[in-house]
């Protein structure tokens, strides 16, 4: 059974960092691209970042540039997202997910077969 375990999320001032984990069962990360996806109270779930399968290239949302960084460790089967300089609106649950889309499609969330069950960050001004 595959399941995807997010962690990490928490409650943090403006300015400060958290990182989320990814963990996965049933499958193995480095095979699949791996994104990460956040949805806030009454709006779409949204492309963060992702990071591909076979040479570790990285996107992101635009806002998230130079502030969150996605990595990965095999050993671990684990994908992780570095966020730095937190803003309030930066306040939702996210949400990791992996699959096998092309790379062109990697913001798409459709693209995606599996997904966890997501980590509320709030960011408090």
């Known amino acids: 059974q595959v399941q995807l375990v997010e962690s990490g999320g928490g409650l943090v001032q403006a300015g400060g960092s958290l990182r989320l984990s990814c963990a996965a069962s049933?499958?193995?990360?480095?095979?699949?691209?791996v994104a990460w996806f956040r949805q806030a109270p009454g709006k779409e779930r949204e492309f963060v970042a992702v990071?591909?399968?076979?040479?570790?290239?990285?996107s992101y949302l635009d806002s998230g540039k130079g502030r969150y960084t996605i990595s990965r460790d095999n050993a671990k089967n684990t994908v992780y997202l570095q966020m730095n300089s937190l803003k309030p609106e930066d306040t939702a649950v996210y949400y990791c997910?992996?699959?096998?889309?092309?790379?062109?499609?990697?913001?798409?969330?459709?693209?995606?077969?599996?997904w966890g069950r997501g980590t509320q960050v709030t960011v408090s001004s």
């Open positions: 049933g499958l193995t990360l480095s095979s699949y691209i």
């Open positions: 997910a992996a699959g096998r889309t092309a790379w062109t499609m990697r913001t798409m969330r459709q693209q995606y077969y599996y």
């Open positions: 990071i591909n399968w076979n040479d570790d290239s990285t």
